[in-house]
């Protein structure tokens, strides 16, 4: 037996292991600082990219092990790690607690799997001098924004993420559109990091406070708050893409390389949720209910709005941008919830919408990030992203098609994949809303539930056109009949990802419990633990209101699957004819007749064009005997880019023409100009309160 007060030895090493975590994980980001030096040294090396990318991905693989052997076997508390750098009177903190490391593990198992596939598809790579070096660098900025434990850290490691991931956006800066891209990007960073520091400064107030820990025992007065939800909304929303400070992400994601758009899309949106929730969940202090109001309203906008934009684009990495729109409104939709019920002392139900929206982080990561590997690989095969120019890769691609099949249920939210079980978790939090006692959270919950079954709905629609457009029918250029396989490294980061996806949706109750500690300091509450309920199901609430068990659901589709092959082979005609493909009774027709990606949205596009779109459509039809060609053109504008930015880019045009006399001032003009605005400083300070 052991003697009472002393602590057994596996519990010392435990906790030994707690307090080298953070000095593990900053050792792993120094390593990808050198490799970055050593991609700008090894960049025209042929031995370049299999260094860079292959000691990312080792790298990024034990990192991500580590953080979640520190999720699942945390002992005690955190323990935090103060360097001597940043500012001066507070040093650089770094911290890792359940939030930070459940993200370290979306984080770094993205980072495994872009840096995989990059050692493959990387080889096509036409400017790797542009690539090599800022790659390792945005892969170090996006551990250190989670390691941060003060504002400054913070900020620093915020903004070392937004400007290695533009460079990556310019790194084929001669395509057409991608300066543009790269422009626009940098602007709505620097934006959202402006938003993030004045949010930092509200919660450290007079006291200059900036260590988190701080923060959180000198909770600010509601007014304070209110101005802080705000601006860590404005600031994470904009990496994020939170309508409508979404612009840059459908110009940014298809302008990087393929690796690189799966990293921004998949996990550098998910630091930002990181970011919103390190702030208003455990920085901010107790929520007012009204909080949740905001957010739900913006997740349910986001979610519908970036859906009803990819039904009607064409080319498949913008398609797959604004699905990025769509689910980040759906996350954020979870965590309003969590805010409703959190400030309504319902902790049950703060946890299961809370644990909804950390589950559909991690389910986002893993198929976006599939997707855009398979784009990737139709895009290194053929040379085109318009999906009308493709079709027919499923011969010349198989395996390319069905880990973007599975990617494709999976973002569809279709069992038994991971997207159902987040999505089915969210919508069991919206049943319990009509326990909350606001009215307005009663009218508005089952509105935003109505708005993501409608997203839902419309996600699986845009998935058969971006699937059945690009991977059946026939070839509509040549580049489509000149396409072959991926690589191998390709394809495993694509397989293991659908490999993934699987196990998170049949085997959900694992990851449930695994995101236990990230709830409770949060939420003050977790779930029930799901891993000892029988057949491996989970249950939400109670056995009485619902419950799911993905594994039933996996084996049934598989074994009605088997023995319907198994009836069709045996009991169909054995006698095999062929003949040639024909198109309503003439044989081998021409692509030209097949069923468009246009084509297929335009029933969609004549429901909610003509609201969100300003939909125009135009047919010019020629009189009998005349030769010239039938033309049919549709116009669509994006209205949040002419009503919110245009607006602002001439108010900002005219204002610099007019401040344009101040570049000319003499030099005892700038001094004077330089008094009175140290002057009316000095007397704004002395009347502050």
């Keep these: ?73 945390a002992v005690g508390p955190s323990h935090e790690l103060v360097l001597p750098l940043g500012l001066p009177w507070i040093g650089a903190h770094f911290r890792i607690d359940a939030l930070s490391a459940a993200f370290l593990v979306v984080v770094n198992l993205g980072a495994g799997a872009a840096s995989l596939f990059g050692l493959g598809d990387g080889r096509h790579e036409e400017a790797p001098e542009r690539v090599l070096p800022f790659y390792p660098l945005f892969l170090a900025g996006m551990n250190l924004v989670v390691l941060a434990a003060d504002a400054f850290t913070f900020l620093f490691a915020w903004e070392l993420m937004s ?29 959202g990091t402006l938003m993030l520091v004045l949010a930092f400064g509200l919660l450290a107030g007079h006291a200059g406070t900036y260590e988190f820990g701080m923060m959180r025992v000198s909770a ?27 612009v840059w992400l459908p110009l940014a994601h298809p302008a990087a390389p393929s690796h690189v758009s799966a990293l921004m899309s998949g996990v550098m949106t998910k630091v930002a949720v990181y970011g919103f929730v390190r702030i208003v969940f455990d920085l901010l202090g107790p929520p007012d209910w009204w909080w949740s109001m905001v957010v739900l309203a913006l997740g349910g906008i986001t979610a519908v709005l970036g859906v009803l934009y990819a039904l009607m684009q064409h080319d498949l990495k913008r398609l797959l ?15 309003g919830l969590a805010l409703a019920f959190k400030a309504n002392a319902m902790p049950a139900a703060a946890a299961l919408a809370l644990t909804g929206a950390l589950f559909h982080v991690l389910n986002h990561m893993l198929f976006k990030s ?63 809303s009509p326990a909350l006692p606001q009215w307005g959270l009663k009218l508005m919950v089952p509105a935003i539930g109505a708005m993501l079954a409608l997203s839902a709905a419309l996600a699986a629609a845009c998935f058969v056109k971006a699937f059945g457009v690009t991977f ?14 991926a690589d ?48 491996l199901s989970i249950v939400p609430v109670e056995e009485s209101r619902s419950s799911y068990n993905g594994l039933l659901v996996f084996l049934f589709i598989a074994v009605a699957a088997w023995l319907s092959a198994v009836a069709v082979h045996r009991w169909a005609s054995r006698a095999v004819r062929r003949g040639p493909a024909w198109d309503c009774g003439f044989p081998d027709a021409s692509p030209a007749t097949e069923y468009t990606a246009g084509s297929f949205a335009q029933p969609i596009r004549r429901v909610f064009g003509t609201l969100v779109f300003r939909a125009r459509e135009s047919v010019d039809m020629p009189a009998p005997g005349d030769m010239r060609p039938a033309r049919f053109e549709v116009q669509l504008r994006d209205l949040i880019w002419e009503l919110v930015y245009v607006p602002i880019s001439d108010a900002v045009g005219a204002i610099a023409t007019r401040l344009n006399f101040v570049q000319f001032l003499t030099i005892q003009r700038y001094l004077a100009l330089v008094f009175v605005s140290l002057v009316g400083l000095l007397v704004a300070l002395a009347v502050a309160p």
């Design 472 to 485: 059946l029918g026939r070839g509509r250029s040549g580049a489509a009949g000149r396409a072959r396989e």
């Design 220 to 246: 600010p007065g509601a007014l304070v708050a209110g101005a802080v939800l705000g601006l860590a909304l404005l600031g994470a929303g904009s990496k994020a893409g939170l309508v409508p400070l979404h």
């Design 488 to 535: 191998r490294f390709s394809l495993a980061a694509m397989l293991a990802l659908v490999g993934l996806c699987v196990l998170c949706g049949i085997l959900p109750g694992f990851v449930i419990d695994a995101l236990a500690p990230v709830a409770q300091p949060l939420v003050g509450g977790h779930m029930p633990a799901q891993a000892g309920i029988q057949w």
């Design 163 to 191: 400007l290695a991931s533009w460079a990556l956006v310019l790194a084929h800066h001669r395509a057409a559109g991608n300066v543009r891209a790269g422009y626009v990007y940098l602007m709505m960073a620097g934006f």
């Design 370 to 432: 599939l997707l855009f590997f398979g784009s990737g690989a139709v895009l290194s095969a053929t040379g085109e992203r318009d999906m009308e120019r493709l079709g027919g890769l499923i011969g010349a691609m198989p395996l390319t098609a069905f880990a973007f099949l599975a990617g494709s249920l999976a973002i569809s939210a279709l069992p038994p994949l991971n997207g159902f079980v987040s999505e089915w978790l969210i919508f069991q939090a919206i049943l319990l």
């Design 1 to 73: 037996m052991r003697r009472a007060g002393r602590t057994s030895p596996s519990a010392r090493s435990l906790a030994l292991v707690r307090v080298a975590m953070p000095a593990l994980f900053l050792a792993g980001v120094a390593g990808f600082l050198v490799l970055g030096i050593l991609g700008l040294a090894l960049a025209r090396h042929a031995g370049g990219r299999p260094v860079v990318y292959g000691a990312s991905a080792a790298l990024s693989a034990i990192l991500c092990l580590v953080a979640a052997y520190d999720l699942i076997a």
């Design 321 to 335: 941008a604004y699905h990025t729109v769509e689910n980040i409104g759906i996350i954020f939709a979870g965590l």
